[in-house]
């Protein structure tokens, strides 16, 4: 069955940081990839997404996400983080071929951003 | 606000109890899907419908949980009997749903629910 891991379950950085989150995920074929986040007390809000084309994806707030087909790898970056950037991050995949709609999460990676 | 509302925002219930709960997804989308969220994991699929259509249910979907989308506009998730187990949030997304492609979730606020 198709799964999504994250690499680290919390993670805390100073402001000013850089940021890398990892994700994985185990499926063979063709998917399409998510950045979902989820700020203290508001609901999932999507970062960026992942469908075709340039596997360097750029999303809100600053945030980018690089595909690697043969890591099976979508990690999340943003060189400089912020104490707004405290959240609840999560990775996600959906499967062509199969169903666009049935989207997969990984554990989700808790950000805490020191001032 | 024009996003995904659910209702109620909180649940507390008695085991045994039946609970209902209610999604007001965006107005132009066809595609509606229930989610349920436990502390520390991500969202687990629970199902989704097209318009009023339950296209898919996952295996943790009991027969104590049932959907519904009459109209293919709001929809709702009743659990009947609840345990324990089912505490958790209950989340709602809607898509567009136009044929043949991936499509970005919404997601709205969450129903959390907790069974004493």
């Known amino acids: 069955a198709q799964s999504v891991s994250q690499h680290n379950h919390h993670v805390i950085l100073s402001e000013a940081a850089s940021l890398e989150l990892g994700c994985n995920y185990s499926y063979g074929g063709t998917v399409n990839l998510f950045w979902y986040v989820q700020y203290p007390g508001q609901h999932l809000q999507l970062l960026l997404k992942?469908?075709?084309?340039?596997?360097l994806v750029k999303g809100i707030k600053g945030f980018e996400a690089e595909f690697i087909k043969s890591k099976f790898s979508f990690n999340l970056r943003k060189p400089s983080v912020q104490w707004s950037d405290t959240a609840e991050y999560f990775c996600?995949?959906?499967?062509?071929?199969?169903?666009?709609?049935?989207?997969?999460f990984g554990p989700g990676t808790s950000l805490s951003v020191i001032p | 606000d024009t996003g995904v509302s659910q209702n109620p925002r909180h649940k507390i219930t008695k085991r045994g109890q039946n609970v209902t709960f209610r999604c007001d997804p965006i107005?132009?989308?066809?595609?509606l899907y229930w989610y349920r969220q436990t502390l520390g994991q991500g969202p687990e699929f629970l199902t989704y419908?097209?318009?009023?259509?339950?296209?898919?249910k996952s295996r943790l979907l009991s027969d104590r949980f049932s959907a519904e989308r009459p109209k293919g506009s709001f929809s709702t998730l009743e659990i009947q009997r609840t345990e324990q187990g089912d505490s958790a949030m209950y989340l709602c997304?809607?898509?567009?749903?136009?044929?043949?492609?991936?499509?970005?979730?919404?997601f709205g606020p969450g129903t959390r629910l907790l069974v004493l």
């Open positions: 992942y469908f075709s084309g340039d596997p």
């Open positions: 996600a995949v959906t499967e062509e071929g199969t169903s666009y709609d049935k989207v997969i």
């Open positions: 419908f097209q318009n009023e259509a339950q296209l898919e």
């Open positions: 107005s132009e989308h066809n595609r």
């Open positions: 997304a809607s898509s567009v749903g136009l044929a043949g492609g991936p499509e970005t979730q919404y």
